[in-house]
């Protein structure tokens, strides 16, 4: 079950080595997406290669960001994209059924336009204004969320400016996990903040 996976979501920032992404997983982050806005395919097609024993050992999906054809030519197990990525459809069909693919969902009006059967989990945010993504839509906040959600069968994850002190909120507001950069990448130890995180969402 996907949902399962989505409690600690690790979103890598651009750059992130394999010792941040094997840090946050040591830690208890139980979903990982390689998102890399500068990186160049075969660097993160080798980044995929050189995670990927450790995170299927662990059962930690690894999942790319946008880039369909370092899916295909990786091993990842799925995509994540937006919504002006391409239609999720043939997004589905290049995939084929053994792959996750995770969309992200910036307003209500987005749920809309998502065929049945097609996306596995949402992106749901930015719940909260970041420097992260300098171009985000307008934040949700949890109301916004919990609407989003409660409209959704698709399981969802709260992202954007979201951190440990946020896990009993975005449960109650219906999410099946929260997805951070900067609350594992900016840590002086990632390791470290992926376990708080791990054990906010236990005990929220
Ligand atoms: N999509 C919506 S907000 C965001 C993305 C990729 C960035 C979240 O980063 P942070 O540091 O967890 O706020
Ligand atoms: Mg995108």
């Not at 409690?7 to 080595?17: H, I, K, N």
């Not at 059962?59 to 369909?68: F, Q, S």
């Not at 698709?154 to 992202?159: E, K, M, N, R």
Request: aromatic share 2%.
């Amino acid at each position: 079950m996907i949902r399962a996976r989505l409690p600690v979501y690790f979103v890598t920032p651009d750059g992130a080595s394999p010792e941040l992404v094997l840090a946050a997983v040591r830690g208890g982050a139980t979903m990982v997406q390689l998102r890399d806005k500068k990186a160049g395919d075969d660097a993160l097609i080798e980044l995929v290669r050189a995670l990927k024993p450790e995170l299927a050992r662990r059962g930690v999906p690894l999942i790319v960001n946008d880039r369909l054809e370092v899916v295909l030519a990786s091993g990842a197990d799925g995509l994540h994209v937006g919504q002006s990525d391409g239609s999720p459809l043939a997004l589905r069909r290049a995939l084929g059924p053994g792959r996750l693919l995770g969309l992200s969902v910036e307003a209500m009006a987005h749920l809309g336009a998502i065929p049945a059967g097609v996306v596995d989990y949402l992106g749901v945010g930015p719940v909260r204004a970041t420097a992260t993504k300098p171009d985000h839509a307008a934040p949700l906040g949890f109301g916004g969320l919990a609407r989003i959600a409660a409209a959704s069968a698709l399981p969802c994850v709260a992202i954007g400016g979201v951190g440990a002190g946020d896990a009993r909120a975005l449960k109650a507001a219906g999410a099946a996990g929260m997805a951070v950069v900067s609350a594992i990448s900016a840590a002086s130890d990632p390791e470290a903040a992926a376990r708080a995180l791990a054990g906010a969402w236990r005990n929220a």
